[in-house]
């Protein structure tokens, strides 16, 4: 049963406007949140991350958010841009393991 | 600058031949893993390694082994190759001391199996 879950495959954006990726996880004992972002051909890159006790955590254009009541987490990107367009995986630690979405394909359209 | 390095980019392989992916990280990391990744599935976890000579099986490590001889070399073997093997191989490191639970992934192989 998948731990974690990325329930859209694909996003298209406009370049210069919000990309709102989210992913939904089941266990309430993870320790940390990470976005990954991942070209064709290429490893995952990690993007920002987030510790299971806080609610927000920001870098630069990107900002994940955690709702822990709800096993929630989201990436917002601000403002999009076309270099942006890539496979984003969420991920969550806990015990030294990691578990994997399954990714969202965001286009950004120029 | 922190390094997760996979032997080969791409490889091209017949059905039954044996295959070595081989992963070497300089970052003294004790944990290291071996991901595969298909479309529409993810990063699915094959392998894991928390010590020299220690492994553990992930959720797919069907037709697949590991060795881990040395802490900083993590291999992944194919022993016959199948078709429903092609797929792109993710290796990752991360340490137990890290505060931030990251994983750092090498640039993976793509393999090919004909």
């Known amino acids: 049963d998948q731990q974690v879950k990325q329930n859209s495959p694909s996003l298209s954006v406009q370049e210069g406007r919000i990309s709102i990726l989210n992913c939904d996880y089941t266990?309430?004992?993870?320790?940390?949140f990470l976005w990954y972002k991942k070209y064709p051909a290429e490893g995952p890159t990690f993007l920002i991350s987030?510790?299971?006790?806080?609610d927000k955590n920001e870098d630069g254009r990107f900002t994940v958010f955690l709702n822990k009541s709800a096993k929630h987490l989201s990436l917002h990107i601000v403002p999009s841009q076309p270099g942006d367009s890539a496979v984003y995986f969420c991920?969550?630690?806990?015990?030294?393991?990691?578990?994997f979405g399954t990714g969202t394909s965001l286009t950004v359209i120029p | 600058d922190v390094k997760v390095t996979q032997s080969s980019r791409y490889l091209v392989k017949r059905t039954g031949e044996k295959v070595f992916l081989e992963c070497v990280q300089d970052?003294?990391?004790?944990?290291m893993f071996w991901y595969r990744q298909d479309p529409g599935l993810g990063l699915r976890l094959i392998y894991f390694?928390?010590?020299?000579?220690?492994?553990e099986k992930g959720d797919i490590p069907e037709g697949y082994s590991v060795s881990r001889e040395k802490k900083e070399r993590f291999s992944l073997i194919l022993e016959s190759a199948s078709t429903n093997q092609t797929s792109m191989y993710l290796c990752?490191?991360?340490?137990?001391?890290?505060?931030?639970?990251?994983?750092?992934f090498g640039e993976g192989s793509r393999l090919t199996v004909l």
């Open positions: 390694s928390y010590d020299v000579k220690m492994k």
């Open positions: 987030i510790s299971s006790i806080k």
């Open positions: 970052m003294d990391h004790e944990n």
């Open positions: 266990n309430s004992m993870f320790d940390y």
């Open positions: 991920a969550a630690s806990g015990g030294n393991q990691f578990y």
């Open positions: 990752a490191s991360s340490s137990i001391r890290g505060n931030t639970g990251e994983l750092f």
